[in-house]
């Protein structure tokens, strides 16, 4: 018998319907995320009663989408060939299932095959009128747990809004009001205020851009597998406080510690991976909500990505790599991101990208808190998961927070690589000088 068994795959509509000749468009930061989608699990411990729970949850959805307009429309295209959506609440796919066992035993041997069976996702097809953007899946552990699945794909929906939407999700099912809504509106236009003397546009990040689209997209040549990794509260302050004991630079505040974490994953893959003179290409991944001056509410994308540069590094220095990462997140301020936000909108075209094709992509996440989600009350999620596909060339590394009750500073970090690779990081001693914790592992 199957781990874990599909019991049904039903359309789920919204209680009020939207009004009909519903549109919305899409922004340039949506639009060049076509090939790329979100997946995440929530893993909950439950009271026992599992299967009244699923009904429970399958109601709150059509009462939630009544509020997510977009999530239940589907994609078309304007008339300048765009992808837009048109909210006609043709509703969400939602798959029910059941797992062998319990939660805990199932979270004892997850690998990243097993874990992505909890989390439906569809490729779009030829007919994308007919294909759902967003699908939800809820899998009921036969000896106690559940898990909550969400995929969706990234021009709609950056890991943020998805993580906006399971807590909303949350709410509903408990009779509480939304501590976050949705916001559907258009990025800002540059505030004239906002424009400095003389200002430079910030070239960097419009030719990493433009470097991105003029490369044509690779084919997975190679078979990949998810480490994940937690790191306590003391040990993510300890890579904070190393890495700046490294550099001569004795004013240079601390690094965050998604800085810290970065760098130090930055120059323990660059070593696996037989680099030895500077480290392996990187690009950073960044929510930049907070710098644009957007509600947190804010639902699209607004994840934007920029390559870090390796120059003249010491060999394996982690100071040197942190310092780097936190020269590029300083450089993306809210001009440098309308920069990036005109240049897109003068030079847009409908030809597919993706972003994370070749080099090795870190994403922040530090802003999400999955564990404030609770669909029954008192049970928090145990355990989250989160992947950015699909994973090409160097691989992915996924910071985001630990649960709280593992102090405000410690961090999950979930590393996609190519299998001998994997191997080669649970072994890897700079890694281990931070005792972290494995949660997933390559399966043997």
Request: aromatic content about 10%.
């Amino acid at each position: 018998m199957a781990e874990v068994t599909y019991i049904c795959k039903r359309t789920v509509v919204s209680t009020k319907p939207v009004q009909p000749g519903k549109y919305h468009s899409l922004s340039v930061l949506q639009r060049h995320m076509e090939k790329n989608h979100t997946r995440m699990v929530y893993y909950f411990q439950s009271s026992g009663e599992v299967e009244k729970i699923t009904k429970k949850l399958r109601e709150s959805l059509a009462e939630l989408l009544t509020y997510f307009p977009i999530m239940s429309g589907r994609l078309i295209r304007d008339e300048k060939g765009n992808w837009m959506v048109k909210c006609n609440d043709a509703g969400v796919r939602m798959v029910e299932a059941r797992a062998k066992g319990s939660v805990e035993d199932w979270l004892r041997n997850v690998n990243r095959e097993k874990e992505l069976k909890l989390v439906h996702w569809e490729e779009m097809y030829h007919k994308q009128y007919f294909w759902s953007p967003f699908n939800v899946q809820v899998t009921e552990f036969e000896e106690g747990g559940l898990a909550v699945g969400l995929s969706c794909i990234h021009i709609l929906a950056d890991p943020i809004c998805a993580t906006l939407f399971i807590r909303a999700w949350a709410n509903i099912t408990l009779g509480q009001k939304m501590i976050a809504p949705p916001f559907f509106h258009p990025l800002p236009p540059r505030r004239p205020g906002n424009i400095k003397p003389n200002h430079q546009p910030y070239t960097a990040l419009i030719d990493h851009y433009r470097s991105s689209f003029e490369k044509s997209i690779p084919v997975m040549d190679s078979r990949y597998t998810t480490i994940t990794l937690t790191f306590s509260d003391q040990m993510v302050r300890a890579c904070m406080e190393m890495t700046k004991a490294q550099t001569v630079m004795s004013n240079m505040p601390l690094p965050t510690p998604f800085e810290a974490l970065a760098g130090l994953f930055w120059v323990s893959l660059s070593k696996i991976k037989g680099i030895r003179n500077g480290l392996v290409n990187m690009s950073i991944c960044l929510d930049m909500r907070k710098v644009l001056g957007l509600d947190s509410g804010f639902f699209g994308n607004c994840m934007v990505y920029n390559k870090v540069h390796a120059v003249n590094f010491g060999e394996h220095n982690l100071s040197e790599a942190a310092t780097a990462i936190k020269e590029v997140v300083d450089k993306m301020d809210v001009e440098g991101i309308m920069d990036l936000i005109e240049w897109l909108e003068s030079t847009d075209s409908n030809s597919p990208s993706i972003m994370h094709g070749y080099d090795l992509i870190c994403a922040n996440l530090e802003e999400i808190n999955p564990y404030l989600t609770m669909f029954e009350n008192e049970f928090t999620p145990i355990r989250a998961s989160y992947y950015i596909e699909p994973v090409l060339g160097e691989g992915h590394v996924v910071i985001f927070p630990a649960p709280t009750v593992e102090g405000p500073l410690s961090r999950v970090v979930m590393v996609t690589l190519r299998e001998d690779e994997a191997v080669k990081l649970c072994e890897d001693d700079l890694i281990s000088n931070y005792s972290p914790t494995i949660l997933m592992r390559k399966c043997e």
